[in-house]
C-alpha cells in the first residue's frame, strides 16, 4: 500500500499527508489558516506534484470565479473527480 507507506514517512517527517493538505487547501490558498498550519501545507506543496496541481486547479476555479462570477464547468468536474479519486484512496503519493 504506497498511500500508507508514503502516509507513515510523511507523519515521521512532522508532514501532513496529501489528504490532509487537501483538506486545508482551499482554506490555505483562501488565507484562512493559522501561521503553522500554513507552512506545513506550504512545505507538503514545496515537495509534492500532486498537491501541487490541485492547488492549481483551485487557483484556475478562483479566477474563473473572480473574472465571470460563474466557475468553469470543466474546471469544477475535474476537481470533483479528483476529489472522489482522493477520497477512494485511488490517488498515491
Ligand atoms: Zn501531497
Not at 510523511?10 to 493559522?34: A, I, K, S, V
Not at 514545496?46 to 492549481?56: F, G, I, M, P, Q
Not at 484556475?60 to 475535474?78: E, F
Request: some cysteine.
Amino acid at each position: 500500500m504506497m498511500t500508507l507507506i508514503s502516509d507513515v514517512m510523511n507523519r515521521l517527517m512532522g508532514r501532513l499527508t496529501c489528504r490532509e493538505t487537501l483538506e486545508l487547501l482551499q482554506q490555505h490558498l483562501d488565507g484562512e489558516l493559522p501561521a503553522d498550519q500554513t507552512r506545513r501545507v506550504a512545505e507538503h506543496l514545496d515537495h509534492c506534484r500532486l498537491c501541487n496541481a490541485e492547488s492549481d486547479i483551485y487557483e484556475q476555479i478562483k479566477q474563473a470565479i473572480m473574472t465571470s462570477g460563474v466557475a468553469d464547468p470543466d474546471v469544477v468536474q475535474r476537481l470533483e473527480r479528483f476529489g472522489e479519486r482522493v477520497g477512494n484512496g485511488e490517488i498515491v503519493d
